[in-house]
């Protein structure tokens, strides 16, 4: 199957800060990637569409401001969690599909972040 | 949007029993996805089934794409098969995840 990684695997960062993580896709391209959080024992939620060369699209309920999308290339898309609290505390997970036109998708190892 | 239900929520099996899960959608997808979620969190690639039958080993999955709903079957589990399992689905390349079976298998 595809393969898309995740860097870094785990953070820790204090209140205030900045936090960027990123989504490789190692072998394809992909115009479209998604991120998803995860809280404990919890299912996945899917935050944000990011689209390569355009505004990502978000998920009502999601703050565009707090959780910034950047994918500015075919094979890799970011996300900054700004100003980061504790309640940001989470699993990241990005996914992206293998093929151009296919729905199905692979997903990243995720972030795990923890924010003290 | 799309609402995506899972059963049962837990699952206790002895090793070499088989199983069931079932996945309901509210609306019609287009785009259907099982994963297994190791204790690491990473998602492993299922099956993809927006319908019909596949399998793969001792797994396989059907989907009734007219009925909005896909099972999941697990053939003689092994208790490496313990886990959470997630189906999920969307009408675009975006996957709504339901909440997820967690599987616990003993030996």
């Known amino acids: 199957g595809a393969v898309v990684s995740q860097h870094p695997s785990r953070v820790i960062c204090k209140s205030g800060t900045s936090v960027k993580i990123e989504c490789r896709s190692l072998?394809?391209?992909?115009?479209?990637m998604f991120w998803y959080r995860q809280f404990p024992k919890k299912s996945l939620m899917l935050m944000a569409t990011?689209?390569?060369?355009?505004?990502?699209?978000?998920e009502q309920g999601v703050e565009k401001d707090k959780f910034l999308i950047n994918h500015a290339s075919l094979t890799l898309s970011t996300l900054t969690v700004t100003s980061a609290h504790p309640e940001d505390s989470s699993f990241y997970i990005c996914?992206?599909?293998?093929?151009?036109?296919?729905?199905?998708?692979?997903f990243g190892p995720g972030t795990r972040l923890t924010v003290t | 949007g799309i609402q995506v239900e899972q059963s049962p929520p837990d699952l206790i099996l002895q090793e070499g029993a088989n199983s069931t899960l079932r996945c309901n959608f509210s609306d019609s997808v287009n785009n259907l996805q099982w994963f297994h979620q190791n204790p690491w969190g990473q998602l492993i690639n299922l099956f993809y089934i927006p319908s019909g039958t596949k399998q793969n080993g001792r797994l396989s999955a059907t989907t009734v794409a007219t009925e909005r709903y896909s099972l999941l079957y697990i053939s003689s589990s092994q208790t490496t098969d313990s886990g959470v399992y997630f189906c999920?689905?969307?009408?675009?390349?975006?996957?709504?995840f339901g909440k997820g079976t967690k599987l616990s298998v003993k030996p």
């Open positions: 072998d394809f391209q992909a115009t479209t």
């Open positions: 990011s689209n390569e060369g355009s505004k990502a699209t978000y």
């Open positions: 996914s992206a599909p293998q093929q151009l036109g296919s729905y199905e998708q692979y």
């Open positions: 999920a689905g969307g009408s675009q390349g975006n996957l709504i």
